[in-house]
């Protein structure tokens, strides 16, 4: 592991990358940010990219390309079928992974579609060590279900243990007891665990699980979407791992999983995604379904030039300059919030800063979606936009029932080497602001609710005038700022 000390100031997280393109930004004033949240029904999906400021909604598709991704695109190789540029992406993959065969797929759930098509039946479970809102979509649509399968651990928000995103072994087994082998799909470990906060597991962990699901026949599927993040959390926090190559550790990882697929929107910087396996029979199962609803096998909905860029940016991975900054400047925010009071998920996580609505806004009751009121909170106050991670990413039940999510975040991305310290400066401040006027925050409520993924749609409403009472005091303690 590489150590930077500073020796005349506490120390602050290095950018690794000078800035050669840069994007002009918009800062609206705040009668504006106010009129704009409204009019995206205070959901942050809604908003348009020219009225936010610093978009901290996802990492997804928006991570900062590098000079070399940028001019390897310039060099792709365009055709339907056989392109060299596939065969390039698909050298590094079994390079990294060391699994034989590739399939393209144009992002994320993607893969998740044709995984759930191909091994969900009807009444199947699948145990994760957390799920993901699209995984979970598209094993519910094939007739599945998601078990979670974590530690207590994972949902406690204010934590030192270094590997929330571990399967409780124990619970696995006690599981496979009372399901039985033969309704089990698959098991899903998530690298970085996304709902939860970004959080790891440990190899020692996923080494564990696989050697439980081989004793009982079962596959492990890993997401290595965020792969990038758990990568470099094994590196610093798993002591075994701390002098061993970042290559060596992927392999491991890759070794210990039947399946991997990713979105490389996140892995890799770029927009695409692909599902990696060494199993004859299972390439040859799914292999079918990609002309169907990807595109042929040499491209699977990706163009070429993202196929080169993903190549690039999965070498970069193996860069701990590189992997280290999205954590790095998530712990600097996260530890900043943390000395101000502000409820924040710890230990910091990988893709972003997560604020811990729950006890930020404990006013609001989790039928008025309080991380949603927090996201619309924050962007009136700085222009910054999340994500609600929370109540409102839930399906209902099908009663109508809602259900309450385990924990209520308002998560803020830092798509990797895209943001500056004075930035994040700049997020911390409005953010302190708003926990010091935490009490004029009121709850949403829906006028339009989609039945499907409703947080990517859905529009709200304020429960009461309590928008504009926020606006009223951030200019009496602000003045004119913006
Ligand atoms: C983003 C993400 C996905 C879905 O990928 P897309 O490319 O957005 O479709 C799946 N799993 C995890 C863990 C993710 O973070």
Known sequence: ?????????????LEMHKVRVVQKLNLLPIDERLRAINEAGNNTFLLRNKDTFLDMLTDSGVNAMSDIQLSAMMI???????????SKLESKLQELFGTKYVLPAHQGRACEHILAKVFIKNGDIVPTNYHFTTTKAHIGLQGGKVLEVHYPEALIVESDNPFKGNMSPELLKKVIVEYGASRISFVRMEAGTNLIGGQPFSLANLKEIYSICKHHGLLLVLDASLLSDNLYFIKVREPAYKEVDLRKIT????????IIYFSARKLGHARGGGICTNNTELYMKMRELVPLYEGFLTYGGMSVREMEAITVGLEETMDEDMINQGPLFIEYMVNELK?????????????GCHLNAMKFVPHIPQSEYPAGALGAALFIASGIRGMERGTLSEERETDGKEHYSNMELLRLALPRRVFTLSQIKYAIDRITWLYENRDLIGGLKFTEEPKV???FMGRLTPVSDWQEKLVTKFKKDLGNSL
């Open 339 to 351: 000395q101000r009071g502000v409820p924040v998920v710890t230990p910091a996580g990988g893709l």
């Open 1 to 13: 592991m590489r150590e930077l000390k500073f020796y005349s100031d506490n120390a602050v997280p």
């Open 251 to 258: 392999r491991e990882i890759a070794d210990h999983a039947d």
């Open 76 to 86: 792709a190789d365009d055709s339907y079928a056989g392109s060299a540029t596939f």
């Open 453 to 455: 993924l409703r947080f």
